[in-house]
């Protein structure tokens, strides 16, 4: 099993570009989340998904959107990047909310 | 707001000394949940605790969740150069919303 796979690694963006943050996960899990990591600031959930067709928001989703057309696919869409959304993203999945969460090795975002 | 605090924020101490790190909230959590978290890397879970006064050993570390389920700490015996990295608490509130702590970056010197 390659567990969670994240695209790209890295990638800088200008202002107002839009983009897409894949994630894929291979172990069946129902549930999958995406939370942003600031230096010294621990992890904000953006938005989780409790199974394919539902997702909801977290703590931070403004300037974001997902979809969750697939159990294995959890893409995050940023649609107008601003500075402030510099940071690494880490796209996890878990069996059930109480149990480990698995995540993927991040991706870092830089918006110029 | 629930809030996850953890302490110290940085640590440095010399390979083979004992440490201790705590996670602290004024909420009960369900369960609590200690990850760690190298450079470049996701974080890995350590641990789960469920139960109020609960104690779990990995080896040179001990958790311990607080009796009222508002707490926990990690114990690191003998530190190695190993142990270095970011340690995370993430607790289940009860919403079901996982919420995590800003972490303690900690660095082991040789």
């Known amino acids: 099993n390659a567990g969670v796979t994240q695209t790209p690694k890295f990638r800088i963006l200008k202002i107002g570009q839009s983009m897409t943050l894949q994630c894929t996960q291979d172990m069946n899990h129902n549930y999958m989340y995406w939370y942003r990591q600031d230096p010294g600031m621990g992890l904000k959930l953006i938005y989780y998904?409790?199974?394919?067709?539902?997702?909801d928001k977290g703590e931070v989703p403004n300037g974001y959107n997902v979809s969750r057309s697939t159990t294995e696919d959890f893409p995050l869409r940023l649609e107008l990047a601003a500075p402030s959304q510099t940071s690494v993203y880490f796209c996890?999945?878990?069996?059930?909310?109480?149990?480990?969460?698995?995540f993927g090795p991040g991706t870092r975002l830089t918006v110029l | 707001t629930q809030l996850l605090e953890q302490s110290p924020q940085f640590l440095s101490i010399q390979e083979g000394e004992n440490l201790t790190v705590y996670c602290n909230s004024s909420?009960?959590?369900?369960?609590l949940q200690w990850y760690r978290q190298e450079p470049g890397e996701g974080p890995v879970l350590l641990v789960t605790v469920v139960t109020g006064g609960e104690v779990k050993k990995l080896k040179r570390l001990t958790f311990q969740f607080g009796d009222a389920r508002k707490d926990s700490s990690l114990h690191i015996t003998a530190a190695q150069p190993g142990d270095t990295g970011l340690y995370l608490c993430?607790?289940?509130?009860?919403?079901?919303?996982?919420?995590f702590g800003k972490g303690t970056r900690l660095h082991i010197l040789p």
């Open positions: 996890a999945s878990g069996l059930v909310v109480r149990n480990e969460q698995f």
């Open positions: 998904s409790v199974g394919a067709g539902i997702t």
């Open positions: 993430a607790g289940l509130n009860r919403d079901d919303k996982i919420i």
């Open positions: 909420s009960v959590f369900s369960s």
